[in-house]
């Protein structure tokens, strides 16, 4: 299966003809795995080494830190496709594009890791347990000291957090079906007299259907779990997907003027009205496809 805007991607990645085009997603899972992989080894070296007692102590706080400096680092490379456009081009002329945008999916795959960190239980990281006890109680579930039964805990913490994550998934893909990979990939913010209005009933009811498809995946991350880890990482994906509609609508007002700003009073940007849920579900489900 080839994804909608696909041959577009190919024609601005000239070192990346043909099959080569599948060093993007080698890229983005490798991203992905490493960026989890430093964040469950930080984690983990009080329990690697015991005996330090610095580490012990501070084990409680090491999910904070290490995902925070992964969020950081990961909005940083994303948001330079942005800031370092003028640069480039200037630089490289038509390839700005291509020598940017390893940099961009790095960052966008650092903070994918994050919604992926969301779903692991600290406390049953092997090899052993936490040694710190407060590490245990930040990676429980919080919904037994709202005094909901221990039988009804997992119950109700599926019941909610599925709906989340089915939502999310449903959003980032029809995002990808609809808009085009060519628009996941901000092909347009190089090429910006190639791109086209899309025109799609989703956009009057939210500004970004797909950063809201990654909040809603982080909320069922922290809904399944429900703990205060979940819920830092819940905030934090927030925050860094904030950060980058900032600074990508910063650009979209310099190139549309009042118009754009005047739709953003009007449409929320990661939130959809409870009024506009049903339009939101059949865009889900493909009722209203994009138009030209």
Avoid at 46 to 74: H, K, N, Y
Avoid at 168 to 181: D, E, N, P, W
């Amino acid at each position: 299966m080839e994804f909608k805007g696909t041959d577009k991607v190919r024609e601005k990645l000239p070192r990346l003809a043909g099959r080569k085009i599948a060093a993007i997603p080698i890229l983005m899972l490798t991203v992905l795995f490493l960026s989890l992989g430093v964040m469950v080894f930080i984690e983990l070296l009080p329990r690697l080494l015991p005996d330090i007692a610095l580490l012990a102590a501070i084990e409680p706080f090491l999910v904070f830190i290490i995902s925070t400096c992964i969020a950081a680092v990961g909005l940083y490379l994303v948001t330079s496709l942005w800031r370092k456009k003028e640069e480039m081009q200037k630089r490289f002329g038509d390839l700005a594009y291509q020598k940017m945008l390893p940099r961009g999916a790095t960052g966008v795959f650092m903070m994918m890791s994050l919604i992926v960190h969301a779903f692991v239980s600290v406390r049953s990281l092997p090899p052993v347990p936490p040694v710190n006890d407060l590490t245990i109680a930040f990676s429980r579930s919080l919904l037994p000291y709202l005094g909901v039964p221990l039988e009804l805990d997992i119950a109700i913490r599926l019941l909610i957090g599925i709906p989340f994550f089915i939502l999310g998934f449903l959003s980032m893909r029809r995002s990808i079906l609809t808009f085009g990979i060519d628009y996941m990939l901000v092909v347009y913010l190089y090429f910006p007299e190639e791109s086209e209005i899309k025109e799609n009933d989703i956009y009057s009811v939210l500004r970004h259907p797909t950063y809201f498809g990654g909040i809603l995946l982080a909320a069922g991350a922290f809904t399944l779990r429900f703990s205060v880890y979940s819920f830092f990482f819940l905030i934090l994906v927030y925050l860094v997907l904030k950060g980058l509609t900032r600074v990508e609508e910063k650009e979209l007002v310099e190139r549309f003027g009042e118009g754009y700003s005047d739709y953003m009073t009007k449409v929320p940007g990661l939130c959809v009205r409870p009024r506009d849920f049903g339009r939101y579900l059949k865009f889900l489900r493909g009722d209203n496809e994009n138009k030209s």
